[in-house]
């Protein structure tokens, strides 16, 4: 963080294995990501599956760390969660502080993204769904959106991970989405001065 940056923004790009969180932090960072990817080995088959990744070749074990300079006080640094069942016990520190979270979906394995869903949820975290381009068959909207039992007031996305507009797209969608709740949370605590108080800064990506 530089010497004049003193507000930094937490969001987690969460999902199942193999939906493309390292490649989107990788193409959106403005540092070299730090990752902890490691080879795959026949070993490891025995315990995640691979069925629908057979491309895959290495796979994060910790997490995936980027950043992107808002302004001259304010940085997001985004974290890429693992998504193999065996890490999952790590989420729960990631979401920690965080201001809001994208959840990766490959269309082709839909299921997969159940328990980020769930987890977000049960820790009250704001969070879009972008549908990652994997070419495979297509869904419409209200498919996915039923498939997946989301909120209608949840944002709901395409994009492909690899490519730094879209993720950039992503990251705005989810920025956008946060400022709605975080509003709607102020008017309410106006109306109702005992609940809770929550604000989020109001600041553009400058990407």
């Known amino acids: 963080m530089d010497a004049t940056a003193d507000n930094g923004l937490k969001i987690v790009v969460v999902g199942g294995f193999g939906v493309g969180k390292t490649t989107l932090v990788r193409s959106?960072?403005?540092?070299?990501?730090?990752?902890?990817?490691?080879?795959?080995?026949?070993?490891?088959?025995?315990?995640?599956?691979?069925?629908?990744?057979?491309g895959k070749s290495a796979t994060t074990v910790a997490f995936d760390f980027g950043r992107i300079t808002l302004d001259a006080r304010n940085v997001l640094y985004l974290f890429g969660a693992p998504g193999q069942e065996r890490f999952w016990f790590l989420w729960d520190r990631l979401f920690s502080g965080t201001l809001g979270a994208v959840v990766l979906v490959d269309t082709r394995r839909i299921d997969d993204s159940w328990y980020a869903i769930d987890r977000l949820e049960h820790h009250g975290t704001p969070f879009i769904v972008a549908c990652n381009d994997f070419g495979g068959p297509t869904h419409t909207p209200d498919q996915i959106r039923e498939a997946l039992d989301l909120d209608p007031h949840v944002p709901l996305i395409d994009c492909d991970a690899r490519s730094r507009e879209s993720s950039k797209r992503v990251l705005i969608t989810l920025v956008e989405h946060l400022k709605t709740v975080y509003a709607a949370q102020r008017a309410q605590s106006v109306h109702h001065p005992h609940g809770t108080h929550a604000t989020v800064k109001s600041t553009e990506l400058a990407l």
């Open 28 to 54: 959106v960072s403005e540092i070299r990501p730090l990752n902890t990817e490691e080879t795959m080995t026949r070993a490891g088959e025995a315990i995640d599956d691979t069925s629908g990744v057979r």
